[in-house]
């Protein structure tokens, strides 16, 4: 079964940086789409930053020129490197990938979650 495993977060002032990582582990022939989510005390989970499997990124507005995302295809791992941080980014940070576990055509894509990861940014 593919599992994710998620680490580096953490408190950290305003104006600081972390690194979260996200390691796959388990059966995966091919993992595509990897992305960060991230859910704050009362909101709903947010889209935060997507990178595919070529390497073209998005990010949400927030979070831009701030926030970058990187993969390592042969670790299976995705990063989410966090400048200058703020307040507003304090959450709950989630990994989300799409992963195709057989390479017979046309075997199906599935998504999976990672346990979350805390980053706080106090006031």
């Known amino acids: 079964q593919v599992r994710l495993v998620e680490s580096g977060g953490g408190l950290v002032q305003p104006g600081g940086s972390l690194r979260l990582s996200c390691a796959a582990s388990g059966s995966i022939f091919s993992m595509k789409t990897m992305q960060w989510y991230r859910q704050a005390p009362g909101k709903e989970r947010e889209l935060v930053a997507g990178?595919?499997?070529?390497?073209?990124?998005d990010y949400a507005d927030s979070v831009k020129g701030r926030f970058t995302i990187s993969r390592n295809n042969a670790e299976n791992t995705v990063y989410l490197q966090m400048n200058s941080l703020k307040p507003d980014d304090t959450a709950v940070y989630y990994c989300?990938?799409?992963?195709?576990?057989?390479?017979?055509?046309?075997?199906?894509?599935?998504?999976?979650w990672g346990q979350g990861t805390q980053v706080t940014v106090p006031s």
């Open positions: 989300r990938t799409l992963a195709q576990l057989s390479q017979r055509p046309g075997s199906p894509v599935y998504q999976y």
């Open positions: 990178i595919t499997t070529g390497g073209s990124t």
